[in-house]
């Protein structure tokens, strides 16, 4: 095992020290003075009078060279982690799920790390090339403060490109099956770690799928972009009809199996484009009483925002069509780069242009074991927005 205490030390601007006061873990390329530029890792980070600012992760070919990890100088090795970890796991108790985000990276005072738990199983993400020379102590440190029996590590991210990382699903400790099961709130699903989207399973969205099933009635339900089925199976506990949607068929086939996991049979499984469906359910006069929306990042990029919204208002303003009068629509956007007001923004003009008067019955983020830092706006992707048509 490694003991990883700084040996090597970088040199900041009065900027980048400012940031760290500031609360925020990132400094850039721009606000260094001196650095190492060979190996990644942790490194000690000095002011220019050679004031001690912390230890942080250097990634010498990311813009964002430093991610803070404490501001004191004791050693980060195995331990430290262990430490760490296991007082995020202390935030989380209580949560009614088998599966949750022990360690939301910046969210929880360990930049670019992700460990997701699922029952007796671990899948985590390094993120950046500083993190990602500490893996042996990393996992080390995750099997000491949670005592998995399989460590899986879903590096596959894209964003690790940033960091000139190689895009790898590799398995760190023991062994992670292809289907976990996961329960939720009474609702069983079978999370894919080793090919689904993130870690497995939207856990972010958790604690909405749970809101809308509370709101929603006994009426006709619609799930757009439903994946694996998770909003459906908790709307088809109430509801008389499901209609759950995927343009994937692959997604779809693992709903199918989720439903019967459930003996749900109220759910049809429809592969669609859902912007084609939309205007199709239009056509024929259709109405939901539940409807959700949870469509993939329509905003990658902030040149993208335009366009994306285009997309964002479209499906509103659809979906709020086919609303009945007292239906309830959660709708959501997980582009960090439509923030809160620009989303807001969105959905005033689509319940404009729909003519409809929706109540806001709740504006939502991403589950609890997902935090955000108020001050670190990065942190924060996911925003949804509960509403009541009552025309
Ligand atoms: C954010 S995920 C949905 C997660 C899901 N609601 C959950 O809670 O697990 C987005 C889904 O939208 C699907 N998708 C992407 N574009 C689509 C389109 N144009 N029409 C229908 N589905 C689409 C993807 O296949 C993916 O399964």
């Given at each position: 095992?490694?003991?990883?205490?700084a040996s090597?030390?970088?040199?900041?601007?009065?900027?980048?020290?400012?940031?760290?006061?500031?609360?925020?873990?990132?400094?850039?390329r721009?606000?260094l003075?001196?650095?190492?530029?060979?190996?990644?890792g942790i490194?000690a980070?000095?002011?220019r009078?050679g004031?001690?600012?912390?230890?942080?992760?250097?990634?010498p070919?990311?813009?964002?060279?430093?991610?803070l990890?404490?501001?004191?100088?004791?050693?980060?090795d195995?331990?430290?982690?262990s430490?760490?970890?296991a007082?995020?796991?202390?935030?989380?108790?209580?949560i009614?799920?088998?599966?949750?985000?022990?360690?939301h990276?910046?969210?929880?005072g360990?930049?670019?790390?992700?460990?997701?738990r699922?029952?007796?199983?671990?899948?985590?993400?390094l993120?950046?090339?500083?993190?990602?020379q500490a893996?042996d102590?990393?996992?080390?440190?995750?099997?000491?403060?949670?005592?998995?029996?399989g460590?899986?590590?879903?590096?596959?991210?894209?964003?690790?490109r940033h960091?000139?990382?190689?895009?790898e699903?590799v398995?760190a400790?023991?062994?992670v099956?292809?289907?976990l099961?996961?329960?939720?709130?009474?609702?069983?699903?079978?999370?894919a770690?080793?090919?689904?989207?993130?870690?497995?399973?939207?856990?972010d969205?958790?604690?909405?799928r749970?809101?809308?099933?509370?709101?929603?009635?006994a009426?006709?339900?619609?799930d757009?972009?439903?994946?694996?089925?998770?909003?459906?199976?908790?709307?088809?506990?109430?509801?008389?009809?499901v209609?759950?949607v995927?343009?994937s068929?692959?997604a779809?086939t693992?709903g199918?199996?989720?439903?019967?996991?459930?003996?749900?049979a109220?759910i049809a499984?429809?592969?669609?484009n859902?912007?084609d469906?939309?205007r199709e359910?239009?056509?024929?006069?259709?109405?939901?009483?539940?409807?959700?929306?949870?469509?993939?990042?329509f905003?990658?990029?902030?040149?993208?925002?335009?366009?994306?919204l285009?997309?964002?208002?479209?499906?509103n303003?659809?979906?709020?069509?086919?609303?009945?009068?007292?239906?309830?629509?959660?709708?959501c956007s997980c582009?960090?780069?439509?923030?809160r007001?620009?989303?807001?923004?969105m959905?005033?003009?689509a319940a404009?242009?729909?003519?409809?008067?929706l109540?806001l019955?709740?504006?939502?983020?991403?589950?609890?074991?997902?935090?955000?830092?108020?001050?670190?706006?990065?942190?924060?992707?996911l925003?949804?927005?509960?509403?009541?048509?009552?025309?």
């Open positions: 095992m490694t003991t990883a205490t090597r030390s970088v040199v900041v601007s009065a900027k980048g020290a400012a940031r760290w006061q500031g609360g925020h873990p990132w400094i850039y721009t606000d003075y001196d650095e190492p530029r060979d190996a990644p490194v980070v000095t002011d009078r004031r001690h600012l912390g230890q942080a992760l250097y990634s070919k990311s813009e964002i060279r430093l991610r990890l404490t501001r004191g100088r004791e050693p980060i195995a331990g430290w982690w430490e760490r970890i007082a995020a796991l202390a935030r989380r108790t209580g009614p799920a088998t599966a949750y985000r022990v360690v990276a910046e969210g929880d360990l930049p670019s790390l992700v460990v997701d699922y029952g007796p199983y671990v899948v985590a993400q993120l950046s090339a500083g993190l990602e893996r102590d990393v996992v080390s440190g995750i099997r000491a403060a949670l005592a998995p029996q460590i899986l590590l879903r590096n596959d991210a894209p964003i690790r960091e000139a990382l190689p895009l699903v398995s400790f023991g062994s099956p292809d289907t099961a996961v329960e939720e709130h009474g609702i069983r699903y079978l999370a770690p080793h090919t689904g989207q993130k870690t497995g399973a939207f856990l969205q958790r604690e909405n749970v809101l809308v099933a509370e709101q929603s009635g009426g006709r339900a619609l757009l972009f439903t994946y694996h089925g998770s909003f459906a199976l908790h709307l088809a506990r109430r509801a008389r009809e209609i759950a995927d343009s068929a692959d779809l693992r199918r199996e989720n439903a019967a996991l459930n003996e749900l109220n499984w429809r592969e669609a859902a912007f469906l939309l359910l239009e056509r024929r006069d259709e109405r939901f009483d539940t409807i959700v929306l949870d469509p993939p990042a905003a990658k990029t902030k040149q993208s925002v335009p366009r994306a285009a997309g964002y208002k479209e499906i303003l659809r979906a709020m069509r086919l609303l009945t009068s007292g239906g309830v629509l959660f709708t582009s960090y780069h439509v923030n007001a620009v989303f807001a923004d959905l005033a003009d404009r242009d729909a003519g409809r008067r109540q019955l709740a504006q939502t983020g991403a589950a609890q074991d997902h935090p955000e830092l108020v001050n670190v706006p990065e942190t924060g992707y925003k949804g927005a509960l509403l009541r048509a009552v025309d």
